[in-house]
Structures are given as C-alpha cells and as structure tokens.
C-alpha cells in the first residue's frame, strides 16, 4: 500500500511554504526535502498523487520541509461546497 504524508513547507525566497499532502516516495532520504510536480491544474496534481507518478528530477522542482505531521495509507477528498450564496 502506498503511503501519504502531510508535509509542512519550509519558506523559500521564491515561496510561501504551506501544508500539503504528497506521497512518502516524493521525500528525499533523509526527508528534509520533498520533491514537487511541475503541475498548475489542481485535477492534475491529485491525478498525480493518486497514480503515483514517478519523480523526474529535470522537471520536478525540490522543497526544503520543516515538518511532518502525519503518515496515513488511505486519502478521502471532499469536494467542499459553501451552502450559503458562495460566501466562502
């Protein structure tokens, strides 16, 4: 079973960091960095992480990572929609 993890970002001078869900594999070995598809598209970028798509080093960018939160083996999307006239 292919594992996630939940990353945290480090920021760069280029970057605001952040938090996100990528594949273990996409963690360098001493998981002080993480690899990045070149993807734009949301839809790619999940269709990427879901069929874990091998990293290519010329096109991938890598990411400095400040913090793991978590490891999990499953993911579960929801697609939030706000009730209330787009207000969110």
Known sequence: MSSFVVVQ???TENDRG???IIKETWLTPLKREAFWPPHKDQDKFKNCLLSGE???EDSWSLFPVSRIFY???KLIFYDFKCPINDAC
């Open 18 to 20: 952040g938090i996100s």
């Open 71 to 73: 490891t999990t083996g």
């Open 54 to 56: 091998k990293i290519d």
């Open 9 to 11: 970002f480090e920021p």
